[in-house]
């Protein structure tokens, strides 16, 4: 079985642009996930979705991020404006039951 | 809510020395526990999944404590060898085990 994957692995983007993360959950799992990792804030959680309705959308990150879940085994997470402080890893993850399994991640640089 | 934290945020030891790791949370409704392991450029990777029954559970290299009367998780490596150098994040959820509370990691180092 594939494990979760994204695309792209990294993007550098300008402030300002407009950047869009892909995610491929594990087939058949419900559940997923879009974190963001940095070295002070650690794991944060910005959306999460159950068979594809959007359950939570992370409160603090609601103005200039959104995660999409058109069909059960692809979201993206669309960045509009991007600001240097969006640098970080973003990591996608989805689970079945209990257990999340995450992607390898997308390195975000913001210029 | 649920708080977690985790120490120490960075831990170097010998290769062939124990090295521990340890989490308190403060929901005493957790009930799934979690430890994961990112090597560096990698994405986590499960290391063990804890349920709230269980209070000692024997991994590969590895074992992981749940002290539920003081709300702690504890990794214990017995023998780290450098393969073992990578960051360790703890992770507590309760029977809602989507909404997970990860600890800020620990990075391990293991020295030759």
């Known amino acids: 079985d594939a494990g979760v994957t994204q695309t792209p692995r990294h993007e550098v983007a300008e402030k300002g642009q407009t950047i869009i993360l892909k995610c491929e959950p594990v087939?058949?799992?419900?559940?997923l996930f879009w974190y963001r990792q940095t070295k002070i804030q650690g794991l944060e959680l910005l959306s999460y979705?159950?068979?594809?309705?959007?359950?939570?959308d992370g409160g603090a990150f609601k103005d200039r991020f959104k995660a999409e879940m058109l069909n059960s085994s692809f979201s993206t997470l669309k960045i509009q404006p991007t600001e240097p402080k969006d640098s970080a890893v973003y990591l996608c993850?989805?689970?079945?039951?209990?257990?999340?399994?995450f992607g390898p991640g997308t390195r975000l640089l913001v210029l | 809510g649920e708080q977690v934290e985790q120490r120490p945020p960075h831990l170097s030891v010998r290769e062939g020395d124990s090295a521990v790791i340890t989490c308190t949370y403060t929901?005493?409704?957790?009930?799934?526990f979690f430890w994961y392991k990112q090597e560096p450029g990698a994405s986590l990777q499960l290391l063990m999944k804890?349920?709230?029954?269980?209070e000692i559970n024997e991994g590969q290299g590895f074992t992981v404590l749940l002290n539920k009367k003081d709300k702690r998780l504890s990794l214990n490596l017995t023998a780290a060898h450098p393969g073992d150098s990578a960051a360790y994040f703890c992770?507590?959820?309760?029977?809602?085990?989507?909404?997970?509370?990860f600890g800020k990691g620990t990075h391990l180092h293991v020295l030759p």
């Open positions: 993850a989805s689970s079945l039951e209990d257990t999340q399994y």
């Open positions: 087939s058949g799992h419900n559940d």
């Open positions: 979705f159950r068979s594809k309705s959007l359950m939570e």
């Open positions: 929901d005493p409704n957790s009930y799934y």
């Open positions: 804890v349920f709230s029954s269980t």
């Open positions: 992770a507590v959820s309760d029977t809602n085990a989507y909404k997970v509370i």
